[in-house]
């Protein structure tokens, strides 16, 4: 009795274990494939962005170089994309295609992190204003994109958001304002706590409905199989 309860348990895991494996694999493969969303939006911005600062003599070359560098991380995060993509199935290393996400994610947050740099008295209020704009909107979309992979979410808008954080701690002298931009990178944190936790629930439901379903179908059968043995037994002593 007691060998036939622990295989029932070890089973129990073993599923409970497959499922979690699913669920982690569904939510990478969202985080995948919902980031390719935002790398227009988000090259369209860096454009922008472009085209307002490189007239100006003070940061002509570091607006260049920051626009190449940009465009060719952009470009490496659609390759790994597309490579996940073709590659999807359930043997795939998971850890390993993971942490490549959350490197690239690293470098697209990292890149306008580096924009704040641009945030200097030197420059006019117009071009203040444009930049943190565009941060506001990039890290706000990438807040619900990302939302699927937890740690790149809170990576991508760390990289993006704390250096004008402290870019304009260095040089403004508004305290208010910095706080605000400190509570405005909290909070886009806590939403994407919130959204992670909302898939996750619905993915853990959905797979549970499924094992529930496949459940009743083997029971059916084996109900099914017995119903046609005992029909053969009656027949027989008929």
């Known amino acids: 009795m007691k060998n036939k309860i622990k295989k029932a348990n070890n089973l129990t895991n073993a599923l409970d274990n497959r499922i979690k494996h699913k669920i982690r694999q569904d939510l990478l493969t969202q985080a995948y494939t919902q980031s390719l969303l935002g790398y ?5 911005c860096a454009t922008i962005v472009f085209i307002a600062f490189y007239p100006l003599i003070e940061v002509h070359r570091f607006i260049f170089i920051w626009y190449i ?7 490496l995060r659609i390759v790994i994309t597309k490579l996940y993509i073709e590659h999807t199935g359930e043997n795939k290393n998971l850890f390993v295609w993971q942490s490549i996400f959350i490197i690239s ?6 890149a306008w992190g580096v924009a704040s740099l641009l945030l200097t008295p030197e420059i006019q209020f117009a071009q203040h ?5 565009i941060l506001a909107g990039i890290t706000a979309g990438a807040s619900t994109l990302l939302a699927g992979e937890l740690i790149s979410a809170i990576a991508f808008l760390s990289a993006a958001l704390l250096p004008i954080i402290l870019q304009l701690g260095y040089y403004g002298n508004n305290l208010l304002f ?14 994407s706590f919130k959204l992670h936790d909302t898939l996750k629930t619905s993915l853990s439901l959905r797979y549970q ?3 529930l379903v496949e459940d009743l ?5 084996q109900l099914e199989a017995i119903n ?11």
């Open 129 to 133: 204003v444009l930049l943190v704009l």
């Open 217 to 221: 179908r083997l029971a059916k059968a």
């Open 228 to 238: 046609k043995k005992l029909s053969k037994a009656t027949n027989v002593s008929f």
């Open 178 to 191: 910095n706080i605000t931009a400190t509570a405005y990178w909290v909070y886009l944190i806590s939403l």
């Open 105 to 110: 994610v690293i470098l697209g947050g990292g």
């Open 40 to 44: 227009l939006p988000s090259l369209a």
């Open 69 to 75: 560098g940009f465009l060719l991380i952009s470009l």
């Open 209 to 211: 409905n499924d094992t």
